[in-house]
């Protein structure tokens, strides 16, 4: 690759916001993976008891690999020890998202790449071995234990979450949930392919809790640093409108 082809690549990196492989094997990358062969029926995308929560072993030679990996392709979108980058790539090294997120959800969402963003699927670069690497890199960051998450369907009503969201939600995610596209401050959280890929015990921990090492604060009523003391069942209709109002 000459050096004119690495600086414009370099550029063009810098605003991607996800686990993107910004190098030599980037290129092969924009295709994407055969969902059935790399993650046939019965994998789990999300999980709630800790078996489906780990499933990747995060042993030492995982580690080391899946931190060249991310060292190589993710820090200009998600910060050297995934710390992120406002407007460009959400902070991946954060308590509650770690104890929330699943191997199975973090797996997908770097293979597949997240459709309507500027995140690309990587599985055709990194391959699943590659990315699950990055998953147990990431891992590393810190030691916590899965939260058992509540995957119930969302028994809201979104006219009342579309109040809460537009009063409370939307200075952050923007009014229709485009998150960096929108506004300066928040991550998009209303496409539909950001929320058929997330559960909504995944929601309901991360409202209720906040995302730790981020602006994301906790919104929940028994939380001692709420935001807004939101309750179960305003939290219920926040999760509710989304679902209804995704695009």
Request: aromatic content about 6%; overall charge negative.
């Amino acid at each position: 690759m000459s050096h004119y082809r690495r600086v414009v690549w370099a550029i063009a990196c810098a605003v991607v916001i996800s686990a993107g492989a910004c190098g030599e094997g980037a290129e092969a990358a924009s295709a994407t993976p055969s969902v059935e062969s790399e993650f046939p029926a019965g994998d789990p995308a999300v999980g709630t008891s800790s078996g489906e929560m780990r499933t990747i072993e995060a042993n030492a030679a995982r580690v080391a690999a899946g931190r060249e990996l991310f060292q190589g392709s993710c820090v200009s979108c998600h910060g050297d020890e995934g710390e992120g980058r406002v407007g460009i790539g959400p902070a991946l090294n954060s308590e509650s998202f770690l104890a929330a997120a699943s191997d199975g959800y973090l797996t997908r969402t770097i293979y597949l790449g997240r459709a309507g963003t500027t995140m690309p699927a990587w599985g055709a670069g990194f391959g699943r071995e590659g990315v699950e690497n990055i998953v147990a890199y990431m891992r590393s960051w810190r030691d916590i234990e899965p939260v058992r998450l509540d995957d119930a369907p969302a028994r809201g009503d979104a006219e009342a979450g579309a109040v809460v969201f537009r009063e409370i939600c939307a200075a952050c995610h923007g009014n229709s949930g485009a998150g960096y596209q929108e506004t300066a401050n928040g991550t998009g959280i209303g496409r539909a392919a950001f929320l058929a890929e997330t559960s909504n015990g995944y929601l309901r921990h991360i409202i209720a809790n906040g995302k730790t090492n981020t602006p994301m604060k906790p919104f929940g009523r028994p939380a001692a640093i709420a935001v807004a003391n939101l309750t179960n069942d305003e939290i219920e209709n926040v999760i509710t409108h989304l679902r209804a109002s995704a695009w």
